[in-house]
T-cell receptor, first 115, second 118 residues
Framework: AQSVTQLGSHVSVSEGALVLLRCNYS??????LFWYVQYPNQGLQLLLK??????LVKGINGFEAEFKKSETSFHLTKPSAHMSDAAEYFC?????????????FGPGTRLSVLP | KAGVTQTPRYLIKTRGQQVTLSCSPI?????VSWYQQTPGQGLQFLFE???????NKGNFPGRFSGRQFSNSRSEMNVSTLELGDSALYLC?????????????????FGEGSWLTVV
């Protein structure tokens, strides 16, 4: 079965600083990888996804992520944090397991942006 | 274009009761999936429906069930509620030709239904 780990349940950065949210996955088959953002009292919104092709994926709001198969990682970055980026971020993997096609979320990382 | 709509947004139930949550997908989307979000367990996949058929299922007990109608609207039901079922239940839809996850299709989430079991 696949799994997802996100290093750091809470990350704080200063406004204008680099954002780096870490995601590592395990999967016995090539997965699809996703990053979602959740603002308070709202559902999830897709930031970006990797399915096939180019390993550097650009998403909305200036975010991007790079799929590194050798490191089983899919870290999310943004060059300059904005106050509006404060939210919870979820990495997710979709892959086939014994139960069929499953979709597993990581535990989430709460991003705080300090003025 | 209307997004994914979930009803009710908030509800309180008593242990032992059953609850039905409703989800209307984005127009034209045929795949609907359900997720449970709790502080302790995080986000967990419940099941996915496409063309009225359950395509994938997560590791939840049989008390959790769902169905999809011909208009792609979906309901999920939890019977014999337990305190631990208190959670945010999220519905998501996608175009999907055979199950959104298998093709990596983008899924769009509703705002969720907050269930409190007392």
């Amino acid at each position: 079965a696949q799994s997802v780990t996100q290093l750091g349940s809470h990350v704080s950065v200063s406004e204008g600083a680099l954002v780096l949210l870490r995601c590592n996955y395990s999967s016995s088959v090539p997965p699809y990888l996703f990053w979602y953002v959740q603002y308070p009292n709202q559902g999830l919104q897709l930031l970006l996804k990797y399915t096939t092709g180019a390993t550097l994926v650009k998403g909305i709001n200036g975010f991007e992520a790079e799929f590194k198969k050798s490191e089983t990682s899919f870290h999310l970055t943004k060059p300059s944090a904005h106050m509006s980026d404060a939210a919870e971020y979820f990495c997710a993997v979709s892959a086939r397991d014994n139960y069929g096609q499953n979709f597993v979320f990581g535990p989430g990382t709460r991003l705080s942006v300090l003025p | 274009k209307a997004g994914v709509t979930q009803t009710p947004r908030y509800l309180i139930k008593t242990r032992g009761q059953q609850v039905t949550l409703s989800c209307s997908p984005i127009s034209g989307h045929r795949s609907v999936s359900w997720y449970q979000q709790t502080p302790g367990q995080g986000l967990q996949f419940l099941f996915e429906y496409f063309s009225e058929t359950q395509r994938n299922k997560g590791n939840f007990p049989g008390r959790f069930s769902g169905r999809q109608f011909s208009n792609s609207r979906s309901e999920m039901n939890v019977s014999t509620l337990e305190l631990g079922d208190s959670a945010l239940y999220l519905c998501a839809s996608s175009l999907g030709t055979g199950g959104s996850m298998s093709s990596g299709n983008t899924i769009y989430f509703g705002e969720g239904s907050w269930l409190t079991v007392v």
